[in-house]
């Protein structure tokens, strides 16, 4: 397994956990990139993360978005539609989004939950 990436059930847990951000802005700097709709269990890799994130704009579910995806290594990420809904969907990696804008307290619940 890639560093970083995790089993499906891991991811399904921190998703869980972290449901309460839906509804705050995806980059709080920027209120045009969209509130948060989404916290989903995603595919790790780059490009199928960037494919997961078109299929869940074109069908607006995650689980049918993830029904396409065939291998084992998982992410967590945040789901946006731009407030003018102009462009696709914008999303951001959990740890990446913890990591810029919570503190120190959010960040080592996600490792514990992670690594359980």
């Known amino acids: 397994m890639n560093s970083g990436s995790m089993t499906y059930a891991q991811a399904h847990m921190l998703c869980k956990r972290f449901q ?4 705050r802005a995806i980059d709080p700097n ?15 890799e780059k490009s199928h993360k960037w494919m997961f994130a078109q299929l869940y704009r074109e069908f607006e579910d995650a689980h049918k978005a993830l029904g396409l995806y065939k291998h084992d290594e998982y992410d967590v990420i945040l789901l946006a ?9 914008n999303y951001i990696e959990l740890r990446k989004y913890i990591t810029m804008y919570h503190g120190s307290l959010e960040a080592s619940a ?5 690594w359980l």
């Open 20 to 23: 309460y951000l839906c509804g």
């Open 30 to 44: 920027v209120m045009g990139k969209g509130i948060i709709e989404c916290v989903a269990v995603a595919p790790f």
């Open 81 to 89: 539609f731009p407030l003018l809904r102009k462009r696709g969907v």
């Open 110 to 114: 996600y490792q514990s939950l992670v």
